[in-house]
């Protein structure tokens, strides 16, 4: 949606990333399991899990947009069983056009899994729905560092709708397709399906773009942090052009769902389970070191003992995360500071309910997961593939090395 001029792709980038892509990018449909949704079946916006922005933002949204952004009920409603976000022809502070944005930044995010939304969607010039996701981290990076991934866009009377991808590659990167043609008189369900090897975008289930991400390929590492939800339907701007005399107002984008799915091929864990927590490169279990009680003591790995120190509770938080509580301290795995820098080391800390407490538990095949943290899209690992007594466990990007995989043992 932020695209700072129209699509001015990195011809040469691009054709790299196509000739690193594996030739086949077909795999086995994954089984998904509902983790968040809503169904807009009440009479008003669930502040929970949305919020509206405001205003004009900067440049139009980075966009030179005409509309002013409010909450009103006229711009923004839940009526009938779908969000209902409102373009209207008016004067109102100080632009001749109002509609509504929402996001579920600060309130609900994902990384990796099944993001859909039932929609229908406007036509007329100068008309931009749009369906999308932002990194959480775009207030401390800022775009395109932080990532966005556009579910779907459409604009003016385009009988197709786009699915595109901005990143920062030492600059501003794009990378989008066109779905086949549509009936726009209809809902359709726009969705990607994200994992830590590609982002596919699809329209009623049927895919017509794959963008690869695996390792960060192609300075793609946006992609393997946690990203929150927008719903917006902007008026003008450097894309669409301006409306004109053929555009019919009020114009209404019709929202019937949005869910988020998780794989079930990951975790076969029981929530509320006791677990010991063995590395794949060293045999050896996630330990609080000195069997301390104290928030900040650190983790590393030790040989299995079977000690409560060496023993979590895992837990479901209900959207795909998942806290780790050591048995001894009552304590959770904690990244200090909700740091994003590769190195830091993994320590206890009394349950506050952050992301860098919040981890997903994803399979990655013979028995094994990785631990992704929710905060800061990075992985638990073993420094330097170490397989010493007292080695530091700490968080690092994903490089697929057996020092990032661990299997879990229930004990209780």
């Not at 409102?86 to 309130?107: C, H, V």
């Not at 390929?217 to 942090?225: A, D």
């Not at 992301?355 to 330097?384: E, M, T």
């Amino acid at each position: 949606m932020r695209r700072k001029g129209k699509m001015l792709c990195l011809m040469v980038l691009f054709s790299l990333l196509i000739a690193m892509m594996p030739a086949n990018v077909t795999n086995a449909a994954p089984t998904w399991n509902l983790v968040w949704s809503d169904e807009f079946n009440g009479t008003s916006l669930d502040k929970s899990n949305w919020k509206a922005e405001i205003g004009t933002g900067s440049g139009g949204w980075g966009n030179n947009e005409l509309q002013y952004y409010t909450d009103r009920p006229e711009n923004v409603q839940v009526t009938g069983g779908n969000l209902v976000i409102t373009a209207r022809k008016e004067a109102y502070g100080g632009m001749n056009y109002t509609s509504a944005r929402i996001k579920t930044q600060g309130l609900r995010s994902f990384t990796y899994g099944k993001i859909e939304a039932r929609i229908k969607l406007p036509s007329g010039q100068g008309l931009w729905p749009a369906f999308w996701m932002l990194g959480t981290n775009i207030d401390t990076v800022g775009w395109p560092k932080s990532g966005e991934t556009d579910i779907m866009e459409r604009v003016n009377n385009n009988p197709y709708v786009n699915g595109t991808v901005h990143w920062d590659a030492n600059g501003q990167a794009d990378y989008g397709q066109v779905s086949g043609n549509l009936d726009f008189s209809q809902y359709h369900v726009y969705s990607v399906e994200w994992d830590s090897k590609y982002i596919k975008w699809f329209v009623d289930g049927q895919q017509y773009n794959a963008f690869y991400i695996e390792n960060g390929t192609g300075n793609t590492e946006e992609f393997q942090r946690p990203f929150f939800l927008l719903l917006n339907l902007a008026v003008g701007g450097n894309w669409p052009g301006s409306p004109n005399n053929s555009t019919q107002f009020p114009a209404q984008m019709l929202v019937d769902y949005v869910r988020v799915y998780q794989s079930s091929d990951a975790p076969n864990i029981v929530s509320g389970g006791i677990y010991t927590i063995g590395n794949k490169a060293s045999g050896k279990v996630m330990d609080v070191v000195d069997v301390s009680t104290a928030s900040g003591a650190k983790i590393q790995q030790w040989t299995n003992y079977s000690a409560n120190n060496q023993r979590f509770k895992i837990e479901s938080t209900g959207d795909g995360f998942y806290k780790l509580t050591a048995v001894h301290s009552g304590k959770v795995l904690d990244v200090p500071n909700s740091s994003t820098a590769t190195g830091v080391q993994l320590q206890q800390w009394d349950d506050n309910g952050t992301n860098a407490q919040r981890w997903s538990i994803v399979d990655v095949g013979g028995g094994y997961y990785k631990l992704v943290s929710k905060a800061s899209g990075l992985v638990a690992d073993v420094s330097g593939s170490s397989t010493a007594d007292g080695a530091v466990v700490q968080q690092w990007s994903d490089n697929g090395t057996d020092a990032q995989k661990w299997s879990f043992t229930k004990v209780n």
